[in-house]
């Protein structure tokens, strides 16, 4: 069993740096493209099953890639982002300069009702029996097309980190791939964040760099050493063996896990941001 989560293409929210949650905001013009481009990256997948959020910006994205596939996407409310209460509607500034005392208790780890509506753990609650359900449908390959927010979290869950803070896991690029495959028992996370078909450098790796965090691309190949600090600011590329980046991203995972990262693809890609506490998984076989 196939299953590929697609983050929604940019909204106009997205574009201007409003919280969302339940909020419908309307695909922008560059999201617009995004969807038309992680569709036709997806053209000529045998496909048996399209579901989605029932919010128009996953809805629009989920109906160019059934246009390219061959299939009908199913609108699920289940699948909708995180509910943000108060804070839907307020630029991110906004936020901060009104609820501090949220956002600090967020940095901690507290599980809190954000903004006054859903806790992170109610939003894991709500999509982990759906998750379960097409885990162990008739399917061969659906596709599910939400918000980053849900597949951060359920991402995180499955690779056991879901109340570590910073997460290992990192943030999502618009229409990005995340691939999970359940077989016998046994989830495997074959990428994560793959963005490629529209970003060759994901929108995140250029705020950290504007941060000032560096930014290491570790390519596996045939040959090569194990992962190293990079000494400097800005992005660094190394190339690793597989088993050695393998074995570097799971000692950032935590124990009890119940799903474990694919071994690293020759050609592919791992970004990690160095500068966090303990380094951070951001994507993974990127390229695929």
């Known amino acids: 069993m196939h299953i590929t989560f697609i ?20 695909l922008s013009d560059r999201g617009r493209a995004q969807a038309e481009a992680v569709a036709e990256r997806l053209r000529g997948e045998a496909v ?9 910006r996953a809805h629009a994205t989920a109906e160019a890639i059934g246009a390219a596939v061959g299939r009908t996407p199913e609108p699920v409310e289940v699948w909708r982002e995180i509910h943000l209460g108060r804070w839907e509607g307020l630029r991110r500034d906004e936020v901060a300069a009104r609820y501090p005392d949220e956002i600090a208790a967020l940095a901690r780890g507290e599980d809190i009702r954000v903004g006054g509506g859903e806790r992170w753990s109610d939003l894991l609650a709500r999509i982990g029996g759906a998750f379960t359900e097409l885990a162990t449908g008739p399917e061969d390959h659906v596709i599910v097309v939400v918000h980053g927010g849900v597949i951060v979290t359920l991402l995180s869950d499955l690779l056991g980190v879901f109340a570590a803070r ?40 250029r705020e950290m760099n504007e941060r000032g965090r560096r930014v290491t691309a570790m390519r596996p190949a045939g040959s090569g050493g194990a992962v190293t600090e990079p000494e ?17 991203a799971t000692d950032k995972l935590g124990d009890g896990r119940r799903a474990e990262l694919a071994l690293p693809q020759v050609g592919s890609r791992c970004l990690s941001v160095a500068s966090r506490s303990g380094g951070t998984v951001w994507s993974w076989n990127e390229g695929l």
Do not use: M
Not at 48 to 56: E, G, K, N, T, Y
């Open 166 to 205: 910073p997460r290992p896991v990192g943030k999502l690029s618009n229409t990005s791939l995340t691939r999970v495959e359940v077989s016998g028992g046994r989830t495997v996370v074959r990428s994560y964040n793959d963005a490629l078909h529209v970003d060759a450098e994901a929108s995140w790796t």
């Open 7 to 26: 983050r929604h293409g940019e909204s106009v929210s997205n574009a201007a740096g409003i919280w969302q949650g339940h909020a419908n905001a309307e």
């Open 232 to 248: 400097g600011d800005g992005l660094t590329e190394i190339t690793v063996l597989p088993e050695e980046l393998h074995r570097w």
């Open 48 to 56: 048996d099953r399209i579901v989605c959020s029932d919010l128009a």
